[in-house]
């Protein structure tokens, strides 16, 4: 325990808590720019300054552990003018569109101005010239607007340990560009959108394709069709108004409408059916042929484009199973498009996700095109659709609650708890069972693979047989279990997990990176309530038992792992 003081008012804090943490304990909120709670401070911007009483000494508040007896003053006028000199030479040689920004309205850098009152700049305005990279499909990189803060570069090699983005140059040159300065697609980019959902300004943003969207929505020809990931459901409300976690479906149905789609399905519906795949895959191996185990998740399509990248000697372990978003598509121009006799090609699949990597997804194979032309037109993020529902004039909060359509639409909570680090794994965990005995479980929540714990193990125990199980969230955590699996490759032994889920984003897909802004683990939390409260709710709560599930086998499928099932609903993976 530490002893301070901050402007005169005496706190106790933890060693080891920084000035700015221990401020915010005392209602003081020091601005931050380069700062980002998910990260390791590194004290770039220098605008958390603060000084020491009666001292000329200043410190960075966002990386200064608190020493007893300090007493900080953390506002006072000469403070005030060296955060705001500080302001002053970020917004010289950055741009003036605020109009035209995509962070317009959320732009951490805007707000801070805005509320030191900045009216005009004592510095010459000079502008680099940097172009913009748009060669991504996922994310936006415009080097103009950066404001050199480095959380993006942070994000991806701490928390995503891919070091696709780093500074490149010196003094006045230097920029933010992926590593040897190449395109951001010629990069080792994984798409995840993490650095997107971390950056303050409109520096790094998601490729907006709402353009495209409204087009398709006012073509008569067109038959305009919509699903919506787990994790939209308990993040969208956050740019409402709601608290994160205010679990939103039938309200994000009715907008959907409102905007024009004519089906509205929900991904969690094909979640059920990859459990039902990847289930039945599972479970065959661990009968049958032990020794190809482990089976690791592939529906996320940044940890895909990671694994091909490298791991490409895991690519047998790969579930062949597609991601619901992908599963979904599929059935919308095959199996709906049938059912209601519209011509698949007429259709117009938009899927809305917390995510940017699934707009790679939706293009990244010829699997992807098991309709006979692309499954999914567009993939848009959370962000994008709340740019739509806004500027369509749908007053959200007052919407009344709807239904998602029937044949792709009905879900089970297993379906749900996809959008959480764990849930995939849990919901197979949930199918497994019952796969292997024939019986249903009493409990169906498994508590060890929940959590923000960065690689989460647990032994299972299925009537006497043990599954053992790995969960890991954030790419950085990847490492030590499948170093785990490689090892024992080496040695010749048994691997030590039959089965194991990886997501790239920490916490899973409710803080994916097209996901509202702000997220932290705090935001996490909440998130991931909203995703347990959804499956508690849920009338069935296990793959198998969803009814519509049950019907898309008897009438369209035959059985799991059927050769139509093969042919629509699982993919390759090539290094
Ligand atoms: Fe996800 Fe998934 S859970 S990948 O995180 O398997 O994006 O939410 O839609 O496809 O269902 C994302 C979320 C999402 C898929 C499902
Ligand atoms: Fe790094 Fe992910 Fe951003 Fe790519 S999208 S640069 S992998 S953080
Ligand atoms: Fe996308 Fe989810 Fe993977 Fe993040 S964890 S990249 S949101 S699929």
Known sequence: QVNLKINGNPLTVEQGTTILVAAKKVGVRIPTLCYHPDLTAWAACGICIVKAENSPKTFRACATPVEEGMSIITHDPEIVEIRRTVLELILSNHPNDCLQCPRSGNCELQTIAAEFGLRESPYQKVLRGLPADHSSPSVVLNPEKCILCGRCVHVCQEMQNVWALEFIGRGHKVRIA????????????????????????????ENDETGKVWAALGDKEKYPVVQIAPAVRVAVGEAFGYKSGELLTG????????????????????????????????????????????????????????????????????????????????????????????????????????????KYEISRSTEMCASGQQDINVSLTTRELVRMIKAAGIDFNNLPDDKADSILGEYTGAGTIFGVTGGVLEAALRTGYHLLTGEELDNVEFQDVRGLGGVKEAAVNIKGTTVNVAVAHGVANVQQVLDKVKAAK?????????????????????????QPYGATDEVRRLRTAGIYQDDRLAAKRCSHQNPEIQKLYKDFLNQPLSEKSHHLLHTKYQA
């Open 178 to 205: 992926p590593a040897a300065d190449v395109s951001l697609n010629d990069s080792p980019c994984i798409k995840c959108g993490q650095c997107s959902a971390h950056c303050p300004v409109g520096a790094i943003y």
């Open 251 to 358: 309200k994000l149905y009715s907008a959907l409408r409102r905007l024009g789609f004519r089906a509205v399905f929900d991904t969690n519906f094909t979640a059920d059916l990859t459990i039902m795949e990847e289930g039945s895959e599972f479970v065959k191996l661990f009968k049958d042929e032990p020794d190809k185990l482990p089976l690791v998740t592939s529906c996320c399509p940044a940890w895909v484009d990671y694994l091909e990248k490298y791991y490409p000697d895991l690519i047998p372990h790969f579930s062949t199973a597609k991601s619901p978003q992908a599963m979904l598509g599929a059935l919308a121009k095959t199996y709906y498009a049938e059912k209601n006799k519209i011509a698949p090609k007429n259709i117009f699949m938009v899927s809305i996700m917390p995510c940017t990597a699934k």
């Open 490 to 514: 080496v040695a010749g032994q048994p691997s030590p997990y039959h089965f194991i889920e990886v997501m790239a984003c920490r916490g899973g897909c409710v803080s994916g990176g097209g």
